[in-house]
């Protein structure tokens, strides 16, 4: 069964950092392009960061980059963000994604699965 599994999510102030990681336990994505998108209420998801299947290539949106850092395990499977000096308006359901193009600009028309999600809360 193809699936992915977030893991990580919570409420956070401003400031603390955050672990979130992203499970593929049918192995499935093993040579894929994986990574995370957000979606924030009322607003349309937008890309956050990827990574190619070797890990030599990382790809970030610029709200969050120099702050954010993406990695993956292949032999576990796992795709990890971790997230430092989060501020509020990072606050979203953060969506693992895997098989799509690491292109200049990462739209979620090329995302071929997703994960279900999980909340990230930052207060101020």
């Known amino acids: 069964q193809v699936q992915l599994v977030e893991s990580g999510g919570g409420q956070v102030q401003a400031g603390d950092s955050l672990r979130l990681s992203c499970t593929d336990p049918g192995r499935t994505f093993s040579t894929d392009v994986m990574g995370w998108f957000r979606q924030a209420p009322g607003k349309e998801p937008e890309f956050v960061a990827g990574i190619s299947w070797t890990g030599s290539i990382t790809q970030y949106a610029d709200a969050v980059k120099g702050r954010f850092t993406i990695s993956r395990d292949n032999p576990k499977n796992t795709v990890s963000l971790q997230m430092f000096s989060l501020k509020p308006e990072d606050t979203a359901v953060y969506l693992c994604?895997?098989?799509?193009?690491?292109?200049?600009?990462?739209?979620?028309?090329?995302?071929?699965?997703w994960g279900q999600g999980t909340q990230v809360t930052v207060t101020s």
């Open positions: 994604a895997a098989r799509f193009l690491l292109t200049s600009n990462v739209g979620t028309g090329s995302v071929a699965y």
